[in-house]
């Protein structure tokens, strides 16, 4: 088996609640929300899930009984509850007698029903809380506390089950967190492939009648990765009048309080094929567990416990044909083929083996079986293999076996590290929406801009006023042989007013063009474009180690010559010591407007090696077999494309070829909003590939990741907290190179860039007598710094819509922090203001009396979130 994946999302509901306490001294009050939800999923398509979200400090949803459709699921976030009502009338099968006790016990419907049903399931690390301590609407009771009195009453309670699973095939439970159920937590029944994968079951010892997961009739089933403490039996393995129970794998788990790892006792319908391996016990009443007696008993076989641990048990085995004290009936139990290997039990307990009578012994094997000294033990009517008495070693083969299976019980995960927009918010990150501000962060006018409606979107016979072709004459007048020389002829003709057009189109025949290209601010905007971005490419080696003087001499012969502007951009490079990030651009771009479309633009850098690793050290080259030592590696930024300060940038079919920081998008002056939009375009890299302060819209483009690294990241935005929008990618794919690495799942979608830090406030780092507070000045002269205003601010937002998200992505955490905590670079991920104004205040930063607010920024911003994406 593997681990399951997460569905599409059909639609996104926002909490509204800040609890689940619902009034339970009014019997009128009902559940609100539970119209909202049924309308949900029955509006999902199959192969879907509706996805249950928080809002700011709402996170609770409260529903009556549901009914999940057959391939439509649930998807609950961490940090969201989903609470089971309270009132009896939202289960109530008609007679009036759910919430009462009676003979029969059957008045209640469950709290979700999955019914003659396929591919359904409920998905998430969120909480699904059934209430069961909580008192009944209307009544002075809680549903655990009349169950508990049937029991003293010797009549049954009519209580809501939690889930309850029927003739359904393939239903998936991951990671999801099961608590406070009002009676069973999971019934399957008649089931044909089943998987809880990472489940939480979490329900007080007392609380009676709530087994975790009863598997009943059915076959195919895998618990898995799970957590179980509950008030009856953490899983119970039944086979009644409907059939037998087969092929149940049950591993790499751990049970606390409960009745343990049971089998029965209804085992009428036949138990076969049964593996439970990788098990841990701690605290349960019983062990490992088959009950069963002649008024329901069957055959049990084919039953292999392995790598088992157990301490803390009353009876850590516990094999019993006598369940029922006044049983009757002519059902005899029958257990067959039971193996045991490496089984320990920690603490001292009683071992029982009753088989039913000489002619039906329990048969079962034994390897590497302990049990505690101090135990004690009742055999009747057992057959143990290759020996004629039943003996437990009382020191096991490999003591170290069980050191460390135990583990404490997880913690719940209270904060998303996915949020979710909800189709509302979703509306503000449309295209149109997020491309018509302009101005400074805070406030921005509206300055409408759609460039899908430019002539370039439609893919049209533009007329060229300049021609670029590696194999023409050039005439320095329409034809030249370099890009560069193209863009320069350009702007020398706008200076003298020989264009009279409103855009300058350069046309470039397919070819490889090995340049740099710079295009300055400029009146009228220019538009660069081909006939096939695979044949027509823009290359250049450069990277950010790479000196003035090197740069000078492979480049200033192209800069000759060229308009004041353009070589103004040459000159503030070619002096330097090194380039740094922002002189390795191929392609550097200021001018408003810029269109470019069908190129390739490349920066070679590393690109012969077919991977990320930089120039190999002295000593440190590759071996006889091409192996680097990665450890000492050096990585160089090498841009591909630079958008410096030029709004309402748009690039059509446009590969960006690169791999550490291959596009940079900047703000333009005082950090003025520079737009850019991207469609049908190809961009690659592996760490902070995407980054800068611009907002920039990216539409139905690929984003690869080159997972030649440990850790890779597609976007680093440096976004003012003051700014509408970041980066918003809709309809996207985001996808990987299949290496190793990308296949391991643990690669991001974005780190928000803390731009110009030298210490941070967010966590201490191990310096004796570190502090970093607020000051005019970003630096740090150990073990103190300072941090100005604006780098705090330097936020970074990027939101990811209907995209699909390759299996490269950490699914569980998409969002990275920068840097890791204890390092002075350090900032945690920040997903809105809510979380921007916590951190302040958490790094003992007055936010008012420091920074100049008037309070938390209202309404609150989206910094990172997705919506209604795809995983791969």
């Not at 408003?592 to 090696?609: C, H, M, R, V």
Request: with cysteine.
């Amino acid at each position: 088996m593997k681990e399951p994946q997460t569905p599409a999302v059909c639609s996104v509901l926002a909490a509204q609640l800040e609890s689940g306490k619902q009034d339970t001294t009014n019997p009128a009050s009902r559940a609100p929300d539970t119209q909202l939800l049924q309308t949900a999923i029955d509006a999902c398509r199959p192969g879907q899930a509706v996805r249950l979200r928080s809002r700011n400090d709402k996170v609770a949803f409260v529903s009556g009984a549901l009914q999940l459709r057959s391939g439509v699921s649930l998807l609950i976030d961490a940090g969201v509850t989903l609470y089971a009502s309270t009132h009896s009338l939202d289960y109530d099968r008609g007679a009036g007698t759910c919430g009462t006790n009676d003979d029969k016990g059957k008045g209640c419907k469950p709290f979700i029903t999955i019914d003659r049903a396929k591919g359904s399931g409920i998905y998430g690390e969120g909480v699904i809380d059934g209430q069961g301590g909580e008192r009944i609407s209307g009544k002075e009771e809680s549903w655990w506390q009349i169950a508990r009195r049937a029991q003293k009453e010797n009549n049954r309670q009519n209580v809501p089950r939690l889930i309850e699973v029927t003739q359904s095939y393939n239903i998936t439970l991951h990671n999801i967190t099961l608590r406070n159920s009002p009676n069973f937590h999971v019934t399957l029944n008649q089931v044909d492939g089943f998987t809880a994968w990472g489940v939480h079951i979490d329900t007080p010892a007392n609380a009676r009648n709530t087994d975790g997961i009863d598997p009943i009739s059915s076959r195919n089933i895998t618990i898995s990765n799970s957590y179980i403490r509950t008030g009856d039996d953490n899983v119970a393995i039944k086979a009644g009048n409907n059939g037998p129970t087969e092929n149940i794998t049950i591993r790499n788990s751990h049970f606390y309080s409960g009745h343990g790892m049971s089998i029965g006792s209804e085992t009428n319908g036949g138990v076969n094929n049964i593996l439970i391996e990788n098990l841990s016990m701690d605290g349960t009443t019983s062990g490992l567990r088959i009950k069963s007696d002649i008024s329901r008993g069957g055959l049990v076989q084919n039953i292999s416990y392995r790598n088992v641990c157990i301490r803390n048990v009353k009876a850590p085995i516990d094999f019993d044909t006598h369940y029922g004290k006044i049983a009757a009936g002519d059902l005899i139990p029958q257990y067959r083929n039971i193996k045991l290997e490496h089984v320990q039990s920690l603490t001292p307990g009683k071992i029982i083996l009753r088989g039913y009578d000489a002619a039906r012994p329990i048969e079962f094997a034994l390897q590497d079986v302990s049990v505690a000294d101090k135990s004690s033990s009742q055999f009747e009517y057992v057959r143990l293999a290759g020996s004629e008495k039943v003996v437990f070693d009382s020191i096991p083969a490999n003591p170290q076996q069980c050191e460390q299976a135990f583990a404490a019980y997880p913690e719940l995960l209270h904060l998303s590290k996915r949020p979710q927009l909800d189709a509302q918010t979703a509306k503000y990150f449309a295209y149109a929406e997020v491309l018509k501000y302009a101005g400074l962060p805070g406030n921005e006018r509206i300055s409408p801009w759609d460039p899908k409606s430019e002539p370039i979107a439609a893919d049209p016979q533009l007329t060229p006023d300049y021609i670029v072709d590696a194999n023409a004459v050039p005439d320095g007048v329409r034809t030249f042989r370099q890009v560069q020389a193209a863009v320069n002829q350009a702007v020398t003709d706008m200076d003298k007013g020989k264009t009279g057009r409103q855009r300058i189109h350069i046309f470039i025949k397919p070819g490889t063009y090995r340049e740099l290209v710079y295009v300055p601010d400029t009146a009228i905007p220019i538009t660069l474009y081909g006939n096939d971005a695979a044949t027509t490419r823009i290359t250049a080696n450069l990277d950010a180690a790479t000196t003035g003087s090197n740069y000078t001499a492979q480049f200033s012969a192209q800069f000759s010559g060229m308009h004041h502007r353009i070589n103004a951009m040459h000159e503030g490079l070619k002096d330097k010591p090194t380039l740094g990030t922002f002189g390795t651009a191929v392609l550097w771009v200021k001018s408003p407007g810029f269109q470019a479309k069908n190129l390739t633009i490349e920066n070679s850098y590393n690109k012969d090696k077919g991977n990320a690793l930089a120039d190999c050290q002295p000593g440190n080259c590759p071996d006889e077999n091409g192996i680097y030592a990665r450890s000492k590696m050096v990585h160089h930024q090498a841009l591909a494309v630079m958008l410096d300060g030029a709004d309402k940038s748009h690039f059509d079919s446009v590969r960006m070829l690169g791999f550490q920081d291959t596009l940079y998008m900047k703000s333009g002056k005082d950090g003025q909003t520079a737009r850019q939009f991207f469609q049908r375009s190809y961009i690659e890299g592996d760490v902070d590939f995407i980054f800068g302060d611009a907002t920039a819209y990216f539409f139905e483009t690929e984003i690869k990741t080159l997972g030649d690294r440990n850790s890779a990241y597609v976007g680093a935005p440096n976004t003012n907290v003051k700014s509408r929008y970041g980066f918003v990618f809709d309809h996207c794919r985001f996808t990987h190179d299949g290496s190793s690495n990308a296949l391991a799942g643990k690669f991001s979608l974005a780190r928000q860039w803390f731009s110009n830090e030298r210490c941070t406030p967010y966590a201490p780092v191990p310096v004796p007598g570190y502090d970093c507070q607020i000051g005019e000045v970003d630096q740090f002269n150990s073990p103190t710094g300072t941090i100005r205003k604006q780098t705090l601010e330097s936020v970074g937002k990027m939101v990811v819509m209907n995209s699909v998200i390759g299996a490269h992505i950490n699914k569980k955490q998409p969002w990275s922090d920068w840097n890791k905590k204890g390092t002075l670079p350090y900032r945690p991920a920040q997903f809105s203001s809510d979380d921007y104004w916590a951190n302040l205040l958490a790094a003992k930063i007055d936010p008012v009396k420091q920074m100049g607010y008037v309070g938390p920024i209202s309404p609150v911003r989206v910094f990172l979130a997705e919506f209604n994406n795809t995983d791969e």
